[in-house]
């Protein structure tokens, strides 16, 4: 089956009003890159978002939310429900997603996907070590959320997160659902939704 292809304005590139870097004429490059892109990711993007995420995740919790192969695997089978930030060619920060068909979370959903359900389980949001404190966390969320309203069928995403990282999903429209069944090691996470409001709400606001 040919891979899906998703037409959103929340994946159109755009450019930053300020350069990213200046170079002197003699030493530009030839060829350009779009200065800021959002896009699906790929499983050939798959060593660059574990390397991020386990740069990211392991000084922190000791523990990465997923495996180089759960990645690969996760963007085999759904890379309608990832995205990657990438600046001038270079990925600074992703989120990873995949299908689930129940009320809450369970174990199971940290490793599975469910093709045609209403629900997206984000798994991860990550952004590089060089591109942190600059609120492209907030941005690339954003940025998601608003392409997932795009996308048929889809009613929330849900995702489970350590208590200090609440206050910054609760700013991103996510609420607290309370403590979550699913544990990594010894830690312990709580539960958090957002309702997408349809796709008929996603075409009279966002384009689509």
């Known amino acids: 089956?040919?891979?899906?292809?998703?037409?959103?304005?929340?994946?159109k590139p755009f450019f930053l009003k300020t350069p990213l870097s200046v170079a002197s004429p003699r030493h530009q490059r030839r060829h350009t890159l779009p200065a800021s892109e959002f896009r699906n990711l790929t499983p050939q993007d798959a060593i660059s978002v574990f390397e991020i995420e386990r740069e990211a995740f392991i000084s922190v919790s000791?523990?990465?939310?997923?495996?180089?192969?759960?990645?690969?695997?996760?963007?085999?089978?759904?890379p309608e429900l990832s995205m990657g930030w990438?600046?001038?060619?270079?990925l600074v920060?992703?989120?990873?997603?995949?299908?689930?068909?129940?009320e809450k979370l369970e174990q199971e959903a940290m490793r599975k996907h469910v093709p045609d359900s209403p629900t997206v389980h984000i798994h991860v949001l990550s952004v590089h070590r060089q591109c942190r404190q600059q609120g492209k966390g907030s941005i690339v969320l954003w940025r998601y959320l608003q392409y997932l309203r795009?996308?048929?069928?889809?009613?929330?995403?849900?995702?489970?997160c350590e208590e200090f990282l609440v206050p910054f999903y609760q700013k991103a429209g996510f609420k607290a659902k309370g403590p979550s069944a699913v544990t990594v090691g010894a830690l312990t996470f709580t539960e958090m939704e957002y309702q997408l409001g349809g796709l008929a709400y996603a075409r009279r606001n966002s384009g689509c």
């Open 150 to 160: 795009c996308l048929p069928g889809l009613r929330r995403a849900l995702l489970v």
């Open 1 to 11: 089956m040919a891979p899906q292809v998703i037409s959103s304005p929340f994946l």
């Open 62 to 78: 000791g523990e990465c939310p997923l495996t180089l192969d759960e990645v690969l695997s996760f963007l085999g089978q759904c």
């Open 86 to 90: 990438f600046e001038e060619g270079q």
């Open 93 to 102: 920060a992703f989120i990873i997603g995949s299908g689930w068909d129940k």
